[in-house]
């Protein structure tokens, strides 16, 4: 006499028109792998249902699209898929913020150049971009004497400045007071001046691809 209780029929499942209840882990089919890596690639239930071999309108082949996007396996292999995209957004996210924090001075913690010396003091070695630091030897035997320059090549200030507007949403303002112009190239002339040591005329010739405006704002007088 077989046993059967509770209305199920020995299997586990319970009785009704004779149709197994899918578990909710049951592995994919072979057409449910094939729509599943069609979908990775298309992005469309339609097609992907299409390529992956089902029959039937389109209106049939996205109700079977949005049934696969269901099923337990491939909901499982998406969210191991967005985990992995936020680990790895939060990595890139975590290098630009270390990139645009970094100071170039910490490579030159030993230098004995005036200039990095004067910039590390003044706390502005987060607007180098670059170094370039040039040894040679003048004169020969004993009146030979050793020479180092220090070049500096700083950040775009006005390229930092639009794509600062840019983020921030601000809008074009009015032409400035012409005098507030002057103050902001004389300003960054004498911040050259002091990091270099060099002549206004060099700081001017130097400002000029990054500040156009330092050739007519920039002469005295």
Request: hydrophobic share 35%; charged share 30%.
């Amino acid at each position: 006499m077989s046993a059967k209780k509770n209305g199920t029929n020995g299997n586990g499942h319970k009785k009704g028109n004779g149709a197994k209840t899918p578990s909710p882990r049951e592995d994919l089919s072979l057409k449910q792998e094939r729509w599943y890596h069609f979908w990775l690639q298309t992005g469309n239930l339609t097609e992907s249902s299409r390529l992956a071999g089902y029959e039937g309108n389109d209106d049939a082949l996205t109700s079977i699209g949005r049934k696969n996007l269901q099923h337990h396996e491939i909901k499982q292999r998406i969210a191991a898929m967005r985990a992995q995209a936020n680990v790895e957004t939060e990595e890139v996210i975590g290098r630009l913020v270390a990139i645009s924090r970094a100071d170039i001075l910490d490579a030159f913690e030993d230098s004995d150049s005036p200039q990095i010396k004067l910039l590390r003091e003044k706390n502005l070695g987060h607007l180098v971009r670059k170094i370039r630091i040039k040894r040679y030897t003048e004169g020969k035997g004993q009146n030979a004497t050793p020479v180092e320059i220090t070049e500096l090549e700083f950040h775009n200030a006005l390229a930092a400045t639009t794509q600062l507007c840019k983020v921030l949403g601000i809008e074009r303002q009015p032409a400035a007071n012409p005098a507030d112009d002057k103050r902001r190239v004389d300003a960054a002339i004498k911040l050259w001046q002091d990091a270099t040591g060099g002549t206004r005329e060099d700081a001017i010739r130097y400002l000029a691809p990054q500040m156009p405006e330092v050739l007519e704002l920039g002469k005295i007088g």
